[in-house]
């Protein structure tokens, strides 16, 4: 079954850093581009970049550009979204999402659960 | 603001049908099939509904379905059932510098 498993909820401060986990499970982990999402409270969808698990290379939102870093490790299906120099307005959940093969974009499917970052001082 | 705009909210009695609309540009909605729409329940991850305009998942109604007609999409939605209401989302790929780009959320209320 293809499933995608978020790391927990993060309380962070502003000015911190925060490192979120999407491990995948069920297929072939170097064959799909992942994505990342994020869902500001009683907001709508926000896409903020893409990476490929085979090399690693990754693309990010031009807003968050120089804040974002996307990494993978192929030895436990994991890609990781690092977001550094927290602010308030980055409060939200955290999604990782699958494209279909042969795609750097196309249809999310499936989703991770999300992870609920909170930045509070 | 979102770079695909849909209307804040729509609604509907029980068995009628509904459409959602979401307006894009030639740079994304109008020059690519790769639209899909999302359904989001509160303190839900979003699922795939419809993908590449008008494709239907396996296990998804076939209440739900899409179309496209120059830069803008449409979900729609027969015979409404209670448990549809939620947020709907449509995503497109763009050729700007943002690879994909999302509309603002639909809410859809089943009265």
């Known amino acids: 079954q293809v499933q995608l498993v978020q790391s927990g909820a993060e309380v962070k401060k502003p000015g911190a850093s925060v490192k979120v986990s999407c491990k995948a499970f069920?297929?072939?982990?170097?064959?799909?581009?992942m994505h990342w999402v994020r869902q500001a409270p009683g907001q709508g969808l926000e896409w903020m970049g893409i990476?490929?698990?085979?090399?690693?290379?990754?693309s990010y939102a031009q807003k968050l550009q120089g804040r974002v870093t996307m990494t993978k490790d192929t030895s436990t299906s994991t890609v990781y979204m690092e977001l550094s120099s927290l602010r308030s307005e980055d409060t939200a959940v955290y999604y990782c999402?699958?494209?279909?093969?042969?795609?750097?974009?196309?249809?999310?499917?499936?989703w991770g659960q999300g992870t609920l970052v909170t930045v509070s001082s | 603001q979102s770079a695909l705009t849909q209307p804040a909210s729509v609604s509907g009695s029980p068995g009628q049908s509904i459409t959602i609309s979401c307006t894009g540009t030639?740079?994304?909605?109008?020059?690519?099939?790769?639209v899909s729409w999302y359904q989001q329940h509160p303190g839900k991850a979003p699922k795939l509904m419809i993908y590449?305009?008008?494709n239907r998942p396996s296990g998804v109604s076939n209440r739900f379905s899409g179309s496209k007609s120059g830069n803008t999409a449409s979900l729609t939605i027969s015979g409404l059932q209670a448990e549809d209401e939620a947020d709907y989302y449509c995503?497109?790929?763009?050729?700007?510098?943002?690879?994909?780009?999302f509309g603002g959320g639909t809410k859809l209320t089943v009265l």
């Open positions: 999402a699958r494209v279909p093969a042969g795609y750097t974009f196309n249809w999310f499917d499936p």
């Open positions: 069920g297929y072939t982990f170097t064959s799909y581009y």
């Open positions: 990476i490929n698990p085979s090399d690693g290379s990754a």
């Open positions: 030639s740079s994304d909605v109008g020059g690519y099939n790769y």
């Open positions: 590449e305009v008008n």
């Open positions: 995503s497109s790929y763009t050729s700007s510098s943002t690879l994909g780009v």
